[in-house]
C-alpha cells in the first residue's frame, strides 16, 4: 500500500506564527551574513596578499629568506641572481626591487594628505609582469621619476586619473623627491598599501635612497622552455647550497608559502575567525530562544500526541525538521545580502573579495549546524513533555 | 468464552500513590474493574477522588504501581515505554479541552490519529479522515482551524480524532466539561452512536449528570475507591453490563 507523508508540523507551527518565524529567521540571515563577511574579508585579505605574485613573470623566485609579506620582502645579495642565472635550464634572471614609501595623494579637494604606495621598481627593457599593458608601457619608464600608476589605487584619484586620460602628466611629492605619472596600469590593491606604483631601477633608489643595486627584494627566474620548474628549482637550491640567506622556489610554491607565512604570523586569522564564532553565537542564541519558546508553546500538543501514541522521536522529528527549515529560509537572504555586500565592497573599496563555492557550503554547512545544535537543545524539553498531563 | 466477549478492561487490585519519601500519598486503593466490549462505562464521583489517576492508567499515560491493570489481553503492570505507547495506539483518548493543535485544519487533527499510529500514512487517510469527520457532522469544517469551530465542534473533531484508527478502548475525561448543557449532551450522544458502531468500549469521566441517559453502567468513585456501580439510565442496556446497585446522592 502507497504510503502518504506525514503532516510537516514543524512547518505547519513556523507558519502559524509568522512573527516568530520571521525573528528566527533574521537571527539566522544575521548569522549567516556575518560569517560571509569575516570570512570574505578574511580571505580577501590573504587573496590580496599574493596578487602581486600573481602578476609577476616568473617561474621560478629568489626571495630572502628573512621576507615576510610582499611589501616587507627583505632582501638578498645580488650575487644569488647571478649563481641562478648560471644554472642549467635557467632562460634569464631579474632583479625587482620593492618598498613601501609615503606620497601626497594630490586628491581633488588638494588636501594634500599623504598615503603608502608599494613601489616596484625593474629594468625597463624586462617584461617583469604578466600584463602586456604594463609591458607595452614600460618603455616610458626610462625617464628618471617616471612612475605608471595603479588606477585602481583606493581613495579619491579622479584628479589623476583624468589628468593622465586627458594626456598630462601629473607631478606629486614621493619619498621626498618629484614623481611624475606617466601612464595608468593595473595591479589592485592590498591591504598594506593603497596602490602600486611601477617605476625603473635608477628611479627607484631615486626614491629609496637606503637601497642599493646589490640587494634585490624578488629574483624573477624563468626557466626554458620544457623545463620543469621544480627540477629547475631544486638545482638552483643545490647551487645556493651554502648560503642560507636565500630561498628559491616556484612561483605556486611562493604564493602558497606567502598564504601560509601571513595565515600563521598574523593575527588576522584569529580576529576573524572570532568574528564568525560570534557569528555563530548570536545566531544560536536566537535560534535556540525561538525553538524553545515554539517547543514551550506546544508542550500541551506534543503530550497530548504521546497520550495519541506518538514516540519521543517522531515529536523531536518536528524539532529537528523546524531546524532545518530556520537554516535554509536563514541561509538565503543572509547569502544574497552577502552578494550584495561583497560587490559593494568590490566596487568601492576595489578589494578582490568574491564568494567561492567552498565557502557557500562551508556557511551552509555551518547554517545547519547552528539549527540543528539549537534544535538540539529546544528539543531538551520536548522528551519532557508527560503525557499524564493532558486530562 | 468467544473472543468477542473476552473483557476489553480487567483490572484487579490496582492501588497508585504519587509523591515519594514524606510526601508520598496513595490516591487508589486495591481498585477492581472489569469492563466488556461495547460498554460504555462512565465514572464519576468527587473532585480529587482519583478518577482521572484511573484514565492515566488504563491507558497507559503512566506507569501501574501495584495491581495488574490488562487491556485487550496486554498487562500494563511492569510494561516498557514501547508497550506503554502500543496500548496508547489502541486506544482512543478524547480531552476535557479538546487539546487540538492549533496550527493545524480539522482534517490535519484527525489525521494525526493516524499518525499516531507510528506505520505511516495509509494511502485513504485522507478518505477516511474525511468520512470520519461527516460521520460527526463535521464535513463541511474540514480545513478549518480550531479558532473557527466552536466549543461543540471542537469536541466533535476530537472524537473524530479518537476513533478514525477505530481503536478498541475509548477514554473521554469530563469531555463536556466546557459546553453547554444540550451541546454536552450531542457530543457523548455522538460519542457513544460513533464508538458502538465501530465496536469501540468507552470509559469516560463526568460529572455531568444530563449525561447519565447515555450510560450502560455508573460507577462512583470515592476516595480512591469503587463505591457504587448501576445501570445508566441508557434505553438499551448493554448485555455485559454490570448489575444495578442503588444510588443515592
Ligand atoms: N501528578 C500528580 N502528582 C501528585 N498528586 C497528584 C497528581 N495528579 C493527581 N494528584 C492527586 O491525586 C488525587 C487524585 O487525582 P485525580 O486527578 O485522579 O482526581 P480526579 O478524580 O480526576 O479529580 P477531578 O474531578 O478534580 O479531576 C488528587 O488528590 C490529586 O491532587
Ligand atoms: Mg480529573
Not at chain 1, 593622465?164 to 601612464?183: A, F, N, S, Y
Not at chain 1, 600563521?264 to 530562544?289: D, K, N, R, T, Y
Not at chain 2, 482512543?92 to 493543535?101: A, E, K, W
Amino acid at each position: 500500500m502507497p504510503i502518504r507523508r506525514r503532516t510537516p508540523l514543524g512547518w505547519k507551527q513556523l507558519v502559524h506564527s509568522k512573527g516568530r518565524l520571521a525573528v528566527a529567521t533574521a537571527g539566522v540571515a544575521f548569522a549567516v551574513l556575518l560569517i560571509f563577511m569575516q570570512l570574505g574579508f578574511m580571505n580577501m585579505l590573504f587573496d590580496s596578499t599574493v596578487m602581486i605574485h600573481r602578476q609577476l613573470n616568473a617561474d621560478i623566485v629568489l626571495v630572502s629568506s628573512k621576507a615576510r609579506d610582499f611589501a616587507n620582502p627583505g632582501t638578498f645579495p645580488r650575487a644569488r641572481l647571478l649563481q641562478a642565472l648560471s644554472t642549467p635550464g635557467v632562460a634569464d634572471a631579474e632583479a625587482l626591487y620593492v618598498t613601501s614609501r609615503d606620497w601626497i595623494k594630490q586628491s581633488s579637494n588638494d588636501r594634500g594628505e599623504r598615503g603608502a604606495m608599494l613601489l616596484l621598481g625593474v629594468r625597463p627593457d624586462f617584461k617583469a609582469f604578466r600584463d602586456p599593458e604594463i609591458t607595452a608601457k614600460q618603455h616610458l619608464l626610462v625617464e628618471t621619476g617616471a612612475a605608471l600608476f595603479d588606477r585602481q589605487t583606493r581613495g579619491d584619484y579622479t584628479a589623476f586619473r583624468a589628468a593622465i586620460e586627458r594626456g598630462e602628466r601629473p607631478q606629486t611629492e614621493l619619498g621626498g623627491r618629484t614623481v611624475t605619472l606617466v601612464d595608468t596600469m593595473q595591479m589592485g590593491s592590498t591591504f598594506g598599501a593603497e596602490g602600486a606604483l611601477i617605476v625603473s631601477d635608477q628611479s627607484f633608489f631615486e626614491f629609496a635612497i637606503n637601497r642599493n643595486p646589490g640587494a634585490p627584494s624578488v629574483g624573477l627566474v624563468r626557466v626554458e622552455a620544457r623545463r620543469d620548474a621544480e627540477a629547475v628549482a631544486a638545482a638552483i637550491r643545490a647551487r645556493l647550497g651554502g648560503y642560507d640567506d636565500t630561498m628559491a622556489m616556484t612561483m605556486e610554491k611562493f604564493i602558497e608559502h606567502s598564504k601560509i607565512r601571513i595565515q600563521q604570523e598574523s593575527p588576522i586569522a584569529f580576529i576573524f575567525s572570532f568574528g564568525a564564532v560570534i557569528g555563530m553565537l548570536v545566531g544560536l542564541v536566537i535560534v535556540v530562544e525561538i525553538l524553545s519558546a515554539d517547543v514551550h508553546d506546544h508542550m500541551a500538543e506534543y503530550a497530548t500526541f504521546k497520550a495519541m501514541g506518538f514516540t519521543n522521536r517522531a515529536l523531536l522529528g518536528v524539532v529537528f525538521e523546524q531546524s532545518l527549515i530556520l537554516s535554509v529560509a536563514g541561509f538565503i537572504p543572509g547569502l544574497g545580502i552577502s552578494l550584495a555586500l561583497y560587490a559593494l565592497v568590490r566596487s568601492t573599496l576595489t578589494m578582490p573579495i568574491a564568494m567561492t563555492l567552498e565557502r557557500l557550503l562551508l556557511v551552509l554547512f555551518l547554517a545547519v549546524a547552528l539549527c540543528v545544535i539549537s534544535g538540539a537543545i529546544a528539543m531538551r524539553r520536548v522528551a519532557k513533555a508527560d503525557p499524564a498531563d493532558v486530562f | 468464552m468467544p473472543a468477542s466477549s473476552q473483557p476489553v478492561v480487567v483490572i484487579a487490585g490496582l492501588s497508585h500513590s504519587y509523591g515519594s519519601g514524606a510526601t508520598r500519598r496513595q490516591v487508589l486503593f486495591d481498585l477492581d474493574l472489569t469492563i466488556l466490549p461495547g460498554e460504555v462505562v462512565f465514572l464519576m464521583g468527587p473532585s480529587g477522588c482519583g478518577k482521572t489517576t484511573v484514565l492515566t492508567l488504563v491507558g497507559g499515560l503512566r506507569s501501574v504501581q501495584q495491581g495488574s491493570v490488562r487491556i485487550a489481553g496486554r498487562e500494563l503492570l511492569g510494561a516498557d515505554e514501547a508497550g506503554l505507547i502500543a496500548n496508547r495506539r489502541n486506544c482512543g483518548f478524547i480531552f476535557q479541552s479538546h487539546n487540538l493543535h492549533r496550527s493545524l485544519t480539522a482534517l490535519e487533527n484527525v489525521r494525526m490519529g493516524l499518525e499516531a499510529q507510528g506505520r505511516g500514512l495509509p494511502a485513504d487517510a485522507d478518505e477516511r479522515c474525511r468520512r470520519i469527520l461527516a460521520v460527526v457532522g463535521l464535513e463541511d469544517h474540514a480545513t478549518k482551524r480550531q479558532d473557527q469551530l466552536s466549543g461543540g465542534q471542537r469536541q466533535r473533531v476530537a472524537i473524530a480524532r479518537a476513533l478514525v484508527s477505530e481503536p478498541t478502548l475509548v477514554l473521554a475525561d469530563e469531555p463536556t466539561a466546557a459546553l453547554d448543557r444540550q451541546t454536552g449532551h450531542d457530543v457523548v450522544a455522538l460519542m457513544r452512536r460513533v464508538a458502538r458502531e465501530r465496536g469501540a468500549t468507552v470509559l469516560m469521566v463526568t460529572h455531568d449528570n444530563r449525561v447519565f441517559d447515555l450510560a450502560d453502567r455508573i460507577l462512583e468513585m470515592e476516595d480512591g475507591r469503587i463505591v457504587g456501580s448501576r445501570q445508566g439510565d441508557s434505553p438499551v442496556p448493554h448485555a455485559g453490563a454490570g448489575h444495578r446497585l442503588e444510588y443515592t446522592t
